[in-house]
């Protein structure tokens, strides 16, 4: 009899292989095998829209960092949103769609999260349950007052933008933008005072009544407590009905291994949470907000060697995470050191400290390793994120498969703001799964790398709507 799990299935049929292009489909009859990814025909729509006649608020444009522990106002909101979803630059195409570029990175520039406010006493903005729309800044408001002891985001995903490219894997690449969206949350958050507390475990089908996703095409991802710890909000009413585009194909694997995770009552939520504290954090070198508005994709590294005290600075980037209720941290974190002066290359287990596990030059393997890319070759440090998922699915259940990939989503949205600050660039990738037991011990399945290192040169990015470290602009 066939006991693998729901989530275990999916990351096998889902890997990326050395013997297969990664746009072949894996040979099983749970796998859509007649779908083309990067169809532009299909191309899905980047943003959620709702029907005129809803109220709408504009949002705050000053960006000013507000007083260390007040209260969260209209204008702090304002400031956390446009720095984790928002649009702060966008260019112009001839003849063709615009491109926007968001404050948060997502790979193939996807962007698959939505955002959702419940408003409770936030000063300035009138109670109720808010959908924050990144093109414009403003928030609309889509259903009355929910039951909440205090303001909440509420994160959702729509695996069709990223399937389009990914086809199945796209739903690791959702929880992967939903983790780097709340590694910026919560660096916004604690640049000012504040904790956030990061919730997984919730009863699906009201959080989804609450924010009005369907739970097929939108799906409840995660809920963000605001300065409290209360439980995640409830709705009072239906909430308005947006519009995701046009008709979105759905991928019978990923709503299987979704459904698998979904939590029915509120004994379910009780016996998975496991509370865990946040760990210790300090600040950046340079503003939160200033980080994130400079920041994008490194497309090239030129080899340079960087300090140790740099690479120790950067990599405590991802060991800041916010309180959540998933339990001990799940993921082990490995460094391949090709250029790091005080420090052998080699592959270092990495926890408060590099413990060596090989040493040599690992630059080729690195680049075997991240899928032929250059990249994994020219940086400075490979950070891998890895963890055996049939042990983290008998652990945690089906949906312990959330929490691992949402894990390494804010790993790395951490290991961003963290390399950026210190004066590196960094680029997510992802990894040739059947390749990573190769090289770790004891073998382990990889979720997610970064590449880390001096850029060669500075990618251009144009735009008519230039982010700037104190105001929005709305032009």
């Known amino acids: 009899m066939n006991t693998e799990a729901a989530g275990q299935a999916y990351h096998r049929l889902t890997a990326y292989r050395h013997d297969r292009h990664w746009i072949i489909p894996a040979d099983d009859e749970r796998v859509l095998s007649n779908f083309l990814p990067l169809d532009d025909s299909r ?17 705050p444009a000053d960006l000013s960092r507000p007083a260390t522990g ?50 409770c006493g936030i000063d300035g903005l009138g109670d109720g349950v808010w959908h924050y729309g990144p093109r414009d800044h403003t928030l609309v408001r889509i259903a009355p007052a929910p039951e ?9 995903g729509v695996p069709w933008r990223t399937c389009w490219k990914y086809a199945e894997r796209g739903y690791r690449h959702v929880w992967w933008d939903a ?11 604690a640049d000012h005072g504040h904790q956030v507390h990061v919730r997984l475990g919730f009863v699906d089908h009201e959080v ?4 009005g996703a369907d739970h097929e095409h939108e799906l409840p991802l995660a809920v963000v407590n605001l300065a409290h710890q209360g439980p995640s909000p409830l709705a009072t009413a239906d909430a308005a009905v947006g519009d995701l585009g046009p008709t979105p194909v759905t991928f019978p694997l990923v709503a299987h291994t979704h459904g698998a995770g979904t939590f029915h009552t509120p004994a379910d939520v009780e016996r998975w949470s496991e509370p865990w504290a946040a760990s210790s954090s300090e600040p950046l070198p340079v503003s939160v907000e200033d980080v994130i508005l400079r920041r994008g994709s490194t497309r090239r590294f030129d080899q340079r060697a960087v300090p140790l005290d740099t690479l120790r600075a950067t990599l405590r980037g991802f060991g800041r995470v916010p309180a959540w209720d998933a339990g001990a941290w799940p993921l082990t974190s490995h460094v391949v050191v090709h250029a790091v ?55 945690r259940g089906e ?9 390494a989503g804010l790993a790395s949205g951490g290991l961003y703001l963290s390399a950026f600050a210190h004066g590196l660039g960094c680029t997510g ?25 001096i850029p060669a040169y500075r990618s251009r990015r144009g735009g008519s709507r230039p982010g700037s470290p104190t105001r929005l602009r709305t032009d």
């Open 43 to 59: 191309y899905p729509d980047e943003f959620k829209t709702y029907p005129d006649g809803l109220p709408r608020t504009a949002l």
């Open 70 to 119: 007040r209260s969260i106002d209209l204008v702090g909101l304002s400031r956390l949103l446009y720095l984790s979803t928002g649009v702060v630059r966008y260019r112009e195409r001839d003849g063709g769609r615009p491109t926007h570029f968001r404050a948060a990175p997502s790979a193939g520039n996807r962007h698959p999260v939505e955002l959702y406010v419940c408003a």
């Open 148 to 156: 909440c002891a205090g303001p909440a985001i509420v994160l959702t």
């Open 179 to 189: 983790g780097t969206v709340v590694a910026q949350l919560y660096a916004l958050a």
């Open 208 to 211: 989804a009544r609450l924010v």
């Open 341 to 395: 002066d005080g420090l052998s290359p080699g592959l270092y287990r990495w926890h408060d400290g590099p413990e060596l596990v090989e040493d040599g030059d690992l630059r080729a393997r690195a680049r075997v390793l991240c899928g032929s890319e250059e990249l994994a070759y020219d940086c400075a440090f490979l950070v891998l994120h890895s963890a055996r998922v049939v042990d983290a699915l008998a652990r």
């Open 399 to 407: 949906r312990g498969y959330r929490a691992l990939q949402f894990a």
């Open 429 to 453: 990738l992802a990894v040739t799964d059947t390749t990573v037991p190769t090289l770790l011990r004891p073998p382990a399945d990889g979720l997610l790398a970064a590449a880390v290192g």
